[in-house]
């Protein structure tokens, strides 16, 4: 196949995720979030036992900017036909949505902003340089879990190793993308590289996750691809990562997952009286603010 031809298929396959994204989350026994919502924005509260002092966090995902100039020529129609797939389904353009959500959030003045994924739709040198000038405009330090999209290119075969983009995203937003921790008022943030459409947590990864949980300090988790309740007979999934799950799921010291990849908001209970969180994508210029209080 040629490579224009093979633009054109894989676009076809990025095109239908907008549409049959939303079923995924059906196979998982999401359920709808009942928490306090706004227009374009819901607003939830955690009470941790262990919390310092209370903070807020603004988490969102799914935004979806597309940019791309000489340095990327090839993709010039390909990009332009994938932005126009959101304002055919009534979205508007991802470029000029996110500008005006940043820009929304930092008038709430929240302590820490959480992006789990997909901030970037096709990994482009002008993509990553827009999308630095858009983080720098926030007051509040970032976090990041890196999605599907943002190395999307090795099946595009734009760039053939994926690693390229991940060491580009650890650049831009300053920590680890595989793992990484900020702890936060007694409470560690948890990033993990969950983005793989096989969905693989590596054993370093199980590792780490077990060595933050022993250390006693409750957790918030974030990732991109939300972590299934039951695991489907037809998905092939390593051993690391049905530990990871069952890990996640069971041990008492994760108080709350927050996630994104589906473009729909929901919650589920993952154990009695915890949530996993899935935040309605940015791209739809919507956002989480979460309040984190310590309880009585």
Known sequence: MNPQNYLRCNFLKLAGCIITIVVVASTVGFAQDPANKTNGRTDITLRIPGVVKPFTFAHLSDLHICYVDSRNSELLDFVSRRENVFSRHGFGSPNQTTPKLFKRINETNPDLVIITGDYIDIPTEASLEVGAKLLDSYDAGIIFAIGNHEWIGSMLKVYADRDYWIQRYEKLVGHPIEFYVRPMQGVNLVCVNHSAVTNRITEQQLQQTKNILEKGWPCIFFMHVPIPLELRPDREITETTAEF???????????????????????????????????????RNH????TVLPVD
């Open 287 to 290: 956002y989480n603010y979460i």
């Open 245 to 283: 799950y069952e890990l996640l799921k069971t041990h008492p010291q994760v108080k709350a997952i927050f996630a994104g990849h589906t473009h729909i908001e929901n919650r589920v209970e993952y154990r009695s009286g915890h949530f996993q969180y899935i935040v309605q994508a940015g791209f």
